[in-house]
C-alpha cells in the first residue's frame, strides 16, 4: 500500500512567518499535487509537479519535488491568514491516473 | 466553483439504511472519482469510471458500489450503513484518463453524511 506521510499534522503561526510542510513516501510517484481545502468545499489544485528535482513557486508558495520522486515539500513565505486551510499532497503512482492523498496538514495563520 | 456538483449537501440516516449520492462532472469531463474523507482517515480513494466504465478501485466496501451512466453522471451507493460510514464524500472529476499523468481533478463540494 501507498501512503503518503505529512508533517507536520497542525501548525499554528503568526502572520508574517515563513513555514514548511512536508509529505513522504517510500514509494516513487510519476507525480506530485498540491491541494488546499478550505471548510464545507472540496480541495483545489495549487500545483503539481512531475521532475524530480523540479521546483514551482506561485507567489509566496514554493513547491518541491523530491530527486527520486518520493517526497515533496511546500513552503510558504510570510504566510498570511488568508493561507489558513487543510493543506494535501497526492501522489500518482505509476501507470495510473488515480491519486494517492497524504494525511493532510491543517494550517491556521492567526494575524 | 468548480463545475462539479453533488446532491444531497447533507443527508442523515439511520443504521442499516442505504443512501444514494450524485455527481454530476464538469462539462466535457469523461473522468469521475469518488472519496471519502473522514477526520481520523484523510481523504482517501474509493473509485473511478472513465466515460461510463470502471477504471481503477481503491479501499471500497463491499456494501459500496458505484456507476456512471451515459450522460457522465455518476452515483455512489452505500447499503448497510454503519456509524463509521459517517462522513464526506467528494466526487472528482478530469478531462481524461491517461494512466502514468494524474491530470487536475476538480472537486466538488461533498456530500456529509451522518449516520446515527
Known amino acids: 500500500t501507498q501512503l503518503l506521510e505529512q508533517s507536520p499534522q497542525f501548525l499554528s503561526i503568526q502572520e508574517g512567518e515563513n513555514l514548511t510542510v512536508y509529505c513522504n513516501s517510500s514509494s516513487v510517484f510519476s507525480s506530485l499535487q498540491w491541494y488546499r481545502q478550505e471548510p464545507g468545499e472540496g480541495p483545489v489544485l495549487l500545483v503539481t509537479?512531475?521532475?524530480?528535482?523540479e521546483v514551482k513557486k506561485l507567489k509566496r508558495l514554493t513547491f518541491q519535488f523530491g530527486d527520486a520522486r518520493k517526497d515533496s515539500s511546500l513552503h510558504i513565505t510570510a504566510a498570511q491568514p488568508g493561507d489558513t486551510g487543510l493543506y494535501l499532497c497526492?501522489?500518482?503512482?505509476?501507470?495510473?491516473?488515480?491519486?494517492?492523498f497524504g494525511t493532510g496538514t491543517r494550517l491556521q495563520v492567526f494575524p | 466553483d468548480s463545475g462539479v456538483t453533488q446532491t444531497p449537501k447533507h443527508l442523515i440516516t439511520a443504521t442499516g439504511q442505504r443512501v444514494t449520492l450524485r455527481c454530476s462532472p464538469r462539462?466535457?469531463?469523461?473522468?469521475v472519482y469518488w472519496y471519502q474523507q473522514s477526520l481520523d482517515q484523510g481523504l482517501q480513494f474509493l473509485i473511478q469510471?472513465?466515460?461510463?466504465?470502471?477504471?481503477a478501485k481503491g479501499n471500497i466496501l463491499e456494501r459500496f458500489s458505484a456507476q456512471q451512466f451515459p450522460d457522465l453522471h455518476s452515483e455512489l451507493n452505500l447499503s448497510s450503513l454503519e456509524l463509521g460510514d459517517s462522513a464526506l464524500y467528494f466526487c472528482?472529476?478530469?478531462?481524461?484518463?491517461?494512466?502514468?499523468?494524474?491530470?487536475?481533478?476538480?472537486f466538488g463540494p461533498g456530500t456529509r453524511l451522518l449516520v446515527l
Open positions: 497526492a501522489g500518482g503512482p505509476v501507470n495510473t491516473d488515480k491519486l494517492i
Open positions: 462539462s466535457g469531463d469523461l473522468s
Open positions: 472528482a472529476s478530469s478531462p481524461y484518463s491517461s494512466r502514468g499523468a494524474p491530470g487536475t481533478q476538480y
Open positions: 469510471y472513465y466515460n461510463g466504465e470502471e477504471r
Open positions: 509537479v512531475v521532475t524530480g528535482g
